[in-house]
């Protein structure tokens, strides 16, 4: 690989891992911007919108089996993930959330074989095991708990959302179509999914203040329309498995974001959590050593 190639991916990759990194934030802005006690709304406000911002921009509908595809892309990705990741912080301590949360490169990287038909990167596999120990030596308190729901949902929001990201890569995106545009089918997608559950279960939040809508449009613009075409042009790019481990930024940005608010130093073991995580992410992005070697002898 040339030094130019080499220098495009790294800069590629590094703008990538900000759409994980604004991702964290989300724990903190929902606590501390939205009214308690209406997830579901929360997720129509942060896919809706920025689904039909992105179609404005992008001035393209689907045509064909795009409409199906951007549907089912649509609520792997989005509409089914975003309740059940809800779900999964209700029912369980957000350390064991975020844990079962990071299990989401280990699923790419199986589902990689089903649906892409690439041989299992055990580099890759042993590096998410590796990631998601340090998550959970980040996040993982005393009061962890196993609630047999909130794990089924926890573990379900990463298979839903590793389906999504393997099948984005699988089916890529109609020529002429930018990232905007895919993103915005996406989202709009899933808010159309979440409408109904959003408004009979939840209903629209009393009160909505300033603070609400500063936190709906830092979700819906900067963690959802942003972010999401970052994500989806990168998938086309960079390997899967590889491009999903950084999705270990998230709860390690969240801890971080919750540790700086709440003026908590962070233990020696959550330390090397993060040392631990972060040497996973980076590591994942490399080529195994074999391959490696056979490209240098090249």
């Known amino acids: 690989m040339s030094t130019s190639t080499t220098s495009e991916r790294v800069g ?100 990689a074989v089903l649906l892409l038909h690439e041989r299992l990167s055990t580099w890759r596999v042993g590096w998410g095991v590796v990631g998601m120990i340090g998550v959970a030596l980040v996040v993982l308190g005393p009061s962890a708990a196993l609630d047999p729901i909130g794990v089924a949902a926890g573990l379900g929001g990463a298979v839903s959302m590793g389906t999504g990201v393997v099948l984005t890569k699988r089916w890529g995106r109609p020529p002429g179509v930018s990232s905007v545009g ?5 989202l709009t997608a899933a808010g159309l999914v979440l409408l109904v559950p959003a408004l009979l279960i939840d209903g629209v939040p009393p009160g909505i203040d300033g603070r609400a809508v500063a936190g709906y449009l830092w979700l819906g613009l900067i963690g959802a329309l942003i972010t999401y075409t970052i994500w989806f042009s990168a998938i086309r790019r960079l390997p899967v498995t590889a491009t999903a481990l950084l999705g270990l930024l998230s709860p390690l940005v969240a801890a971080a974001l919750g540790a700086i608010i709440a003026g908590e130093w962070l233990t020696v073991s959550q330390l090397a959590g993060f040392a631990l995580a972060l040497t996973a992410m980076v590591s994942g992005q490399l080529a195994p050593p074999h391959r490696r070697r056979k490209t240098q002898a090249a």
Do not use: C, D
């Open 12 to 111: 590629r990759t590094a703008l990538t891992a900000l759409a994980p990194a604004a991702w964290g934030t989300t724990y903190i802005v929902t606590t501390h911007l939205l009214p308690a006690g209406h997830p579901l709304f929360a997720a129509l406000m942060r896919t809706l919108p920025a689904g039909l911002t992105a179609l404005l921009l992008a001035r393209r509908l689907p045509t064909g089996e795009w409409w199906w595809k951007s549907l089912v892309l649509g609520t792997l990705n989005m509409g089914a993930f975003f309740p059940l990741l809800f779900l999964a912080a209700q029912r369980l301590p957000g350390g064991v959330a975020a844990t079962l949360g990071a299990a989401q490169p280990i699923v790419v990287a199986f589902l």
């Open 182 to 186: 895919l993103a915005g089918w996406q």
